[in-house]
């Protein structure tokens, strides 16, 4: 499941406040403020769809295509790597954001 962005609404009483810091499951507050170095590329002909990426992604900004294949949410994509790192067939590449044009 992808992440959808909720509105963060300020609480005007304190019984309005969460009580721990974990926000409602599947949502985030605000997208990614641009300040991502690199990017996860991924190369559909290597991918074998195995989600391993799908699993391992601390966002959950990975996402199933129709083909079995992978594709990234970059609204919320932090560009940490772990996904790259953990790709057993090499399918995903990180790739600086101004290099994005020479792909």
Same mark, same amino acid.
């Given at each position: 499941?992808? #992440?959808? @962005?909720?509105?963060? /609404?300020?609480?005007?009483? $304190?019984?309005? +406040?969460?009580?721990? %810091?974990?926000?409602?499951?599947?949502?985030?507050?605000?997208?990614?403020?641009?300040?991502?170095?690199?990017? #996860?590329? @991924?190369?559909?002909? /290597?991918?074998?769809?195995? $989600?391993?990426? +799908?699993?391992?992604? %601390?966002?959950?900004?990975?996402?199933?295509?129709?083909?079995?294949?992978?594709?990234?949410?970059?609204?919320?994509?932090?560009?940490?790597?772990?996904?790259?790192?953990?790709?057993?067939?090499?399918?995903?590449?990180?790739?600086?954001?101004?290099?994005?044009?020479?792909?």
């Amino acid at each position: 499941m992808r #992440p959808k @962005v909720k509105s963060y /609404k300020q609480p005007s009483k $304190l019984s309005e +406040y969460p009580s721990t %810091p974990a926000f409602e499951s599947g949502h985030l507050v605000s997208k990614n403020a641009g300040w991502r170095t690199f990017k #996860p590329v @991924v190369d559909a002909e /290597k991918c074998v769809g195995c $989600l391993r990426c +799908y699993l391992v992604c %601390p966002d959950g900004v990975v996402a199933r295509t129709k083909d079995n294949k992978v594709e990234i949410e970059y609204d919320f994509c932090k560009g940490c790597g772990i996904c790259a790192h953990e790709c057993k067939v090499e399918a995903i590449t990180m790739v600086k954001e101004a290099d994005e044009d020479e792909i």
